[in-house]
């Protein structure tokens, strides 16, 4: 009965204490004071947020995602592939501008950009007729007409037929890949992924920081009280057994 009832007590403690432990990781949040004097510490994670934030920065920067794996994906042909196929997605449904609704939406601004034009052009071949016509005059003109010049540009002008989609969408494409060849080291650079990470580490409010790495660490959390149950049962049979001889 001894041993039963010691063992039993010395699993209880080793799996209190060992519980206890882990959560005194990450609490108190915040350290509790009397009188300017600290009762209870900060939790060691919370304390430690700011260096746990640079070794995770550094891990994940130096090991994880260093620059030269990132410029390996960024110029795989797997990379280039999904480029390509978003480039040819955007183009293809991609519908163009109708021009005389713009200008019959737009008046004033077609006016003033038509009469700037033509003012320039009278100015500078035909300066005897400034005698004559001003801007206003012929922005009035062409306000006047302005459904007339949207109909005539609609009969005139198909988009669809002028604009050779295939050439730009291939152009496209191959300025993407070229932009990414060249520029792909000094867009990496310029994430600066370790103080991305850093900075998003050390935003992270204390319960958030504890429910993430619990989510990470809760198997080992649990081995590690059941390991204190086992040794506190361990212990305390060996307790009993020199009890006993004594």
Known sequence: MIYLISSLIGAIIGYVTNFIAIKMLFRPYKSKKLSGLTIIPQGVIPKEKKNLAKNVANVVENHLLDIEEIHKLLNSDKFKDEIKNLIS????????PNISEFIKNNPQKVSQNISDFVMDMIKTKFPFAMAILNEEMIQ??????????????????????VVDKEKIKQNLQNEAILFLEKESYKIIENLKIGELVENKVNNFDEKRLEDMLFSLMEKHFKFINLAGAVLGAIIGLIQAFIIKIL
Not at 89 to 94: A, P, R, S
Request: proline residues 0%; charged residues 35%.
């Open 89 to 96: 997605q955007k183009i293809d449904t991609f519908e163009m």
């Open 140 to 161: 009035n003109m062409v306000f006047e007409n302005i459904d007339k010049l949207a109909t005539k540009v609609d009969n005139m002008i198909d988009l669809d037929k």
